[in-house]
């Protein structure tokens, strides 16, 4: 069975700063994807970020960045010049690539506080 | 494009009631997920639809539990006999699935209480 830990509960950072949210996961299979996910204070969840597998070059999108590291089961991502909107939970989840199963499982999250 | 919705947004009953949840999910989308989470948590897996077929229910999920997903649009999860470890959020989300793998789109959840 697949996890996903995430070891900090909480974080902070001060704004126009960067900080870096980690997670590791636990699989036998070879392909599957990554994902980081947003969910802000009393709002839905949203995709923050995708990496695939199979795919050797870190994603990116805007200030949002990661850092896959397939041998270690690591997973972390990294948010560049910090901004107020940025203060969410955060949640790493992990999806297999097969026909058969679709679902995302997700770990248990961080907490991110981006201060003034 | 309305976005996921869900009805209703708070449910506060008491142990041994029946409660229905209901989603209806973005439209052109196929794949339909609920999850629950507790408080603190990430989102827990309860089972997901492929159009009108569930494909797949956690283990984690008790015979009180039960999902629909008639004609492949609007999904409703019913709790029979709750109880108060049942008390959550509990979220639907729906996906197009193809080059968008993975991605899900979120509704603001559905509060349950249970008393």
């Known amino acids: 069975a697949q996890t996903v830990t995430q070891s900090q509960p909480e974080m902070s950072v001060q704004e126009a700063e960067t900080v870096t949210l980690s997670c590791t996961y636990d699989t036998s299979e070879n392909n599957y994807y990554l994902f980081w996910y947003k969910q802000p204070p009393s709002r839905q969840m949203i995709l923050v970020i995708r990496?695939?597998?199979?795919?050797?070059q870190n994603a990116t999108e805007n200030r949002f960045s990661v850092n896959f590291q397939k041998a270690a089961k690591s997973f972390s991502l990294k948010i560049s010049d910090s901004q107020l909107g940025d203060t969410a939970m955060y949640f790493c989840a992990f999806m297999k690539q097969t026909d058969s199963s679709y679902k995302l499982i997700f770990g248990s999250g961080t907490r991110l506080l981006v201060r003034p | 494009d309305t976005g996921v919705s869900q009805d209703p947004r708070h449910k506060i009953t008491k142990r041994g009631q029946n409660v229905t949840f209901r989603c209806d999910p973005i439209s052109e989308h196929n794949r339909l997920y609920w999850y629950r989470q507790t408080l603190g948590q990430g989102p827990e897996f309860l089972t997901y639809?492929?159009?009108?077929?569930?494909?797949?229910k956690s283990r984690l999920l008790s015979d009180r539990f039960s999902a629909e997903r008639p004609k492949g649009s609007f999904s409703t999860l019913e709790i029979q006999r709750t109880e108060q470890g049942d008390s959550a959020m509990y979220l639907c989300a729906s996906s197009p699935g193809g080059a968008r793998y993975g991605e899900l789109f979120f509704g603001e959840g559905s509060r349950l209480t249970v008393l």
């Open positions: 639809f492929q159009n009108e077929a569930q494909l797949e």
């Open positions: 990496q695939e597998a199979y795919k050797q």
